[in-house]
């Protein structure tokens, strides 16, 4: 069966500081893969979505990027993270576009 | 792009009756409209979903309805318990893009 991790599972970092996160999916290969976010109380924003290794879509503008160095990795990165990146990080997988499968997600506060 | 717009964002009902959530889209591309349940500091979990070939589907207490020409589809719960309160969100998708989610509805049982 899939499943899918992150890591890690909560992240208090000062403001400017980088950051990255990382989700893995296994039991599955060419999934599709994203990132969303949850503000505190509120819904969830896509951020970026792959549909294959080094192909990134990103959703809105913002000082986050996303990488995918193998299939099934997906990673969340900041060079100087902002008050206003603090949230909820969830990663998806799917295929063919389908049903997406969320991960644990991992919570981060920018102090 | 895609917009889902979600009401109630707060629903309040007794135990044993039934709920109901809203949600309208505005791109007739979408074919695909999952709804999610999230639980207070956890991940969103796929509850039920639909597709655009499809005008109900039901799963126990649970089911969902769409009407492609109005572009709207919702969310029934029957029977409800108190374990159903939670946040739900629906969602729509067309293709290998990322979901756009609603804002959530809080939906609580009372005893």
């Known amino acids: 069966s899939q499943t899918i991790h992150q890591w890690p599972a909560t992240l208090v970092q000062p403001v400017g500081s980088p950051l990255s996160l990382e989700c893995t999916v296994e039991?599955?290969?060419?999934?599709?893969l994203y990132w969303y976010r949850q503000a505190a109380g509120r819904g969830l924003q896509l951020l970026f979505y792959?549909?294959?290794?080094?192909?990134i879509s990103s959703e809105v503008p913002q000082n986050l990027s996303a990488s995918r160095p193998q299939d099934r990795q997906f990673i969340l990165s900041s060079k100087k993270l902002l008050l206003s990146d603090s949230g909820f990080y969830l990663c998806?997988?799917?295929?063919?576009?389908?049903?997406?499968?969320f991960g644990p997600g991992t919570r981060l506060t920018v102090t | 792009g895609e917009n889902v717009e979600q009401h109630p964002s707060t629903l309040s009902v007794q135990e044993g009756d039934s709920a109901v959530i809203k949600c309208t889209y505005s791109?007739?591309?979408?074919?695909?409209f999952p709804w999610y349940k999230q639980e207070l500091g956890k991940r969103p979990q796929l509850i039920i979903d639909?597709?655009?070939?499809?005008g109900e589907k039901k799963d126990q207490r649970i089911a969902v309805t769409l009407n492609k020409t109005a572009k709207h589809f919702s969310l029934h719960i029957t029977e409800t318990q108190p374990e159903d309160s939670a946040v739900y969100f629906c969602?729509?998708?067309?293709?290998?893009?990322?979901?756009?989610f609603g804002k959530g509805t809080h939906l609580i049982i009372q005893p």
């Open positions: 998806a997988w799917s295929v063919l576009g389908s049903e997406q499968y």
């Open positions: 039991g599955t290969s060419n999934p599709n």
């Open positions: 792959s549909v294959g290794i080094g192909q």
């Open positions: 791109d007739s591309a979408s074919n695909y």
């Open positions: 639909i597709r655009s070939n499809v």
């Open positions: 969602a729509a998708i067309e293709s290998s893009d990322g979901l756009t």
